[in-house]
């Protein structure tokens, strides 16, 4: 299957500062990825669809002016968290999907773990 | 997309058979069942999915009911690496090239 990378692995970073995720897809040109995160004992919620060369497309209730995303290339998705707060502290993963026929699979990368102080 | 349930939690022992159910009543026609694994601090996997027929692969198979009301994904010989949260997801044909929306899944343990 595809291969998704994300860096950093994890990240501690100031109440105040901004954090930037990198999602690489290894092997595959994504048009499009996802951004989801997860707080702990919860399950994944997705956050946004990055699409390349556009917009993304964010949830209900997820601030695009906090949670900038940006899909340069094919390869690379990037999610910068502005003025991170300590309850922006979560496991942030992203993904792409791969097509057979009608229906899809989704690869998604290790996730980085994202915590505020 | 239909609403799925699964049980919250699951024991099996080691080397045998893992059965993990779903129900998902309001599914429709054009719905197909998916099934995702997330061992812990890792991102989710895919592991197998289907339509209306029973599927195989190498990592388990799905049963899904005449009705399509429920399925049961099989993990023939668990391990302990089987350890994982497994979610099932119902997904309209065309809509995996959406993002998913995940439930609360069920967290299957493996005992030694």
């Known amino acids: 299957g595809a291969v998704v990378s994300q860096h950093p692995s994890w990240v501690i970073c100031k109440s105040g500062t901004s954090v930037k995720i990198e999602c690489r897809s290894l092997?595959?040109?994504?048009?499009?990825m996802f951004w989801y995160r997860q707080f702990p004992k919860q399950s994944l919620m997705l956050m946004a669809t990055s699409n390349e060369g556009s917009k993304a497309t964010y949830e209900q209730g997820v601030e695009k002016d906090k949670f900038l995303i940006n899909h340069a290339s094919l390869t690379l998705s990037t999610l910068t968290v502005t003025s991170a707060h300590p309850e922006d502290s979560s496991f942030y993963i992203c993904?792409?999907?791969?097509?057979?026929?009608?229906?899809?699979?989704?690869?998604f990368g290790p996730g980085t773990r994202l915590t505020v102080t | 997309d239909a609403k799925t349930t699964q049980p919250p939690s699951m024991d099996c022992a080691e080397g045998r058979a893992a059965n993990l159910p779903c129900n998902h009543s309001?599914?429709?026609?054009?719905?197909?069942v998916y099934w995702y694994r997330q061992i812990h601090s890792q991102g989710p996997q895919y592991i197998i999915h289907?339509?209306?027929n029973n599927e195989t692969n190498e990592m388990a198979s799905l049963i899904i009911t005449e009705d399509r009301k429920s399925s049961t994904l099989i993990l023939p010989h668990a391990t302990l690496r089987d350890t994982a949260v497994y979610y099932c997801?119902?997904?309209?044909?065309?809509?995996?090239?959406?993002?998913?929306?995940f439930g609360k899944g069920t967290h299957l343990i493996i005992q030694p």
């Open positions: 309001t599914i429709s026609g054009n719905e197909y």
């Open positions: 092997d595959f040109q994504a048009t499009t």
């Open positions: 289907g339509l209306k």
């Open positions: 993904s792409h999907s791969s097509s057979w026929g009608h229906s899809y699979e989704q690869y």
């Open positions: 997801i119902v997904v309209i044909a065309g809509g995996g090239a959406d993002g998913l929306t």
